[in-house]
Nanobody, 113 residues
Framework: VQLQASGGGLVRAGGSLRLSCAAS????????IGWYRQAPGKQREVVAE???????NYADSVKGRFTVSRDNAKRNVYLQMNSLKPEDTAVYYC????????WGQGTQVTVSS
């Protein structure tokens, strides 16, 4: 499984961004796919995930502001981020799991105050 993330950038507080992750390779066995983030000096943490059955899971800090979704072919997963805060600043990573975890490259999200 290969993951290609895109869509990061610089935005002011209160603004929105949409991240995209394109999955390729043997995606049939993917059980869950979603987004993690890592801020400077902090551990990587889960942001939002969606399972093969369509169930979603969100970090408490983003509930009500972020939405994870995927297309019908399950090849693309998205993270719509609204009402962004400076504390959302981080490198965001796409992650998929079949029998192993697979990581995409990170995309920087910077939210200015």
């Amino acid at each position: 499984v290969q993951l290609q993330a895109s869509g990061g950038g610089l935005v002011r507080a209160g603004g929105s961004l949409r991240l995209s992750c394109a999955a390729s390779g043997n995606i049939v066995g993917i059980k869950v796919i979603g987004w993690y983030r890592q801020a400077p000096g902090k551990q990587r943490e889960v942001v939002a995930e969606i399972t093969s059955g369509g169930n979603t899971n969100y970090a408490d800090s983003v509930k009500g502001r972020f939405t994870v979704s995927r297309d019908n072919a399950k090849r693309n997963v998205y993270l719509q981020m609204n009402s962004l805060k400076p504390e959302d600043t981080a490198v965001y990573y796409c992650r998929a799991e079949d029998w192993y975890p697979h990581w995409g490259q990170g995309t920087q999200v910077t939210v200015s105050s």
